[in-house]
């Protein structure tokens, strides 16, 4: 096989994996995680220099964009329940995490330099993962 035409990537271990880093962008995939369940997620996360793409592969996901204050305590919580197939542009600076069912596979597209260096966390607490967990069993009956 001429390898130096192609390269091919996967991964189907848990958790999140680069898959292709090329000059300034990465692919990665993000399977099943348990600290994903909506009942342990602890942070949000925005990166400051660049959106990020979601897409769904198989499973299910929903992504929970959070509307902050300016103390960057979370006043509000989007969620978009994901439909295979389509992209999900989080734009640059918007805080947000996601869940997965146990067959979850979500591909992602960000900067080959996002790290935790340009992406802060807001830490939550119960009350916000509480909202979480009514979010997850209203859009996951």
Not at 35 to 45: G, V, Y
Not at 105 to 126: A, F, G, Q, R
Request: hydrophobic share 40%; with cysteine; aromatic share 8%.
């Amino acid at each position: 096989m001429n390898t130096h035409l192609l390269e091919m990537s996967e991964y189907d271990e848990v958790g999140y994996s680069p898959l292709i880093d090329f000059q300034s962008w990465r692919v990665a995939i993000l399977n099943y995680i348990d600290e994903l369940e909506a009942d342990r997620i602890d942070n949000f996360q925005c990166h400051n220099e660049t959106d990020e793409v979601f897409v769904l592969l198989s499973g299910k996901c929903i992504l929970f964009c959070a509307e902050v204050d300016d103390n960057n305590n979370i006043i509000n919580i989007a969620t978009w329940d994901m439909e295979p197939n389509k992209a999900y542009n989080i734009k640059r600076g918007v805080y947000h995490t996601h869940t997965l069912s146990e067959e979850g596979k979500v591909l992602i597209v960000e900067n080959s330099d996002t790290s935790d260096c340009n992406s802060p966390k807001i830490i939550i607490d119960d009350t916000i993962r509480d909202r979480l967990v009514k979010l997850t069993a209203g859009l996951w009956v």
